[in-house]
Nanobody, 117 residues
Framework: QVQLVESGGGLVQPGGSLRLSCVASGIIGSMHTMGWYRQAPGKQRGLVGS???????NYADSVKGRFTISRDNAKNTVDLQMNSLTPEDTAVYYCNAENKIFKWQYWGQGTQVTVSS
């Protein structure tokens, strides 16, 4: 049984930082892409950042230069370091693991990030 468990969300003031972590269990190997998505109220879920098993990264334009995604293939974890947060970053953040070759995808339960003074 595959599980993705996120942690690290919370309330932070504008300009502050948060680090999200996700641990994936039940996934064999590391040949999958891991990523973070977010969904704000009334909006569709969208990509924040992703990282391949080889370390290639992809970011949404809105977070480039502020967010950094990293992963540990041995531990099957993916982290998202978020700096210079703004109220527009407020959303539920979801961890994702995907293998397009074998056509599977898993999601975490989500963690709330609120940026407010």
């Amino acid at each position: 049984q595959v599980q993705l468990v996120e942690s690290g969300g919370g309330l932070v003031q504008p300009g502050g930082s948060l680090r999200l972590s996700c641990v994936a269990s039940g996934i064999i190997g590391s040949m999958h892409t891991m990523g973070w998505y977010r969904q704000a109220p009334g909006k569709q879920r969208g990509l924040v950042g992703s990282i391949t098993s080889g370390g290639d990264t992809n970011y949404a334009d809105s977070v480039k230069g502020r967010f950094t995604i990293s992963r540990d293939n041995a531990k099957n974890t993916v982290d998202l370091q978020m700096n210079s947060l703004t109220p527009e970053d407020t959303a539920v953040y979801y961890c994702n693991a995907e293998n397009k070759i074998f056509k599977w995808q898993y999601w975490g339960q989500g963690t709330q990030v609120t940026v407010s003074s």
